[in-house]
């Protein structure tokens, strides 16, 4: 998710192509063309411009129904919503060719779903599969401390830094709790899915939110060429 306003000026935007399944977005005040997946412009008068990232999460809708009970849910055009029907959408997707490169040692298979993290220039990739054997993950890159969660849903994931108070926490599952419910080794304390302390020394703390990208590991690879890959049990 990225803020339409660059250098002062609100643009609007509106989906022009689908470049190696990376939508190719376009301006209508300058006609620049931008990559989805970075925010640069890469052709036009605002080439090499990038917007700024907005936090976001991607949940399923049960989850964030949950946790936003009064949340509002933008509706499809009806009449283009019949064009993306969720398993057609799919199924279309996972039939694109995409330009991958040459190499016989990589770690992944193209299409592999990973989720993307990046810290002070440095990118690193967690297969989806590994997150979901193993959850939560702690692990520290650029210096952070953070850990990976995925929710009960087995398709949310959040990350958070792992420091709170000047003091960085370790933390583990409670074994077959639903919801999720997480407790820090130093404190004893009980977090939940948001990263808020719900019990415990530090009720009412904030985790602090790292973003991450669930991504096709030949995409994040692309724009992350020096990242490395998780291995579990490995920092």
């Not at 939508?23 to 005040?29: A, K």
């Not at 919503?81 to 992944?108: G, T």
């Amino acid at each position: 998710m990225w803020d339409a306003t660059v250098d002062g000026r609100r643009l609007t935007f509106h989906l022009s192509g689908i470049n190696n399944q990376n939508f190719i977005m376009r301006d209508e005040e300058t006609g620049s063309w931008w990559q989805q997946v970075s925010g640069e412009a890469i052709q036009g008068p605002l080439k090499g411009k990038k917007l700024t990232q907005v936090f976001h999460d991607e949940l399923s809708f049960g989850l964030w129904k949950r946790e936003q009970p009064l949340g509002r849910v933008l509706k499809p055009d009806p009449a283009l919503a019949a064009k993306y029907a969720s398993e057609d959408w799919e199924r279309q997707i996972d039939q694109m060719k995409v330009v991958v490169p040459a190499a016989n040692n990589e770690p992944l298979r193209p299409r592999e779903l990973i989720a993307g993290v990046r810290i002070n220039n440095t990118a690193k990739a967690y297969p989806i599969k590994g997150l979901l054997e193993q959850s939560p993950v702690i692990d520290d890159l650029g210096a952070v401390p953070f850990i990976i969660i995925v929710g009960e849903d087995r398709k949310s994931i959040r990350v958070f830094e792992r420091n709170v108070d000047g003091r960085t926490l370790e933390f583990y599952a409670r074994p077959g709790i639903e919801p999720l419910q997480l407790v820090d080794s130093q404190t004893g304390s009980q977090w939940d899915f948001s990263g808020k302390a719900v019990s415990g020394q530090l009720t009412g703390k904030q985790l602090v939110p790292v973003p991450v990208l669930k991504d096709f590991w030949f995409d994040w690879k692309l724009y992350n060429p020096q990242t490395s890959v998780y291995a579990p049990g490995v920092r």
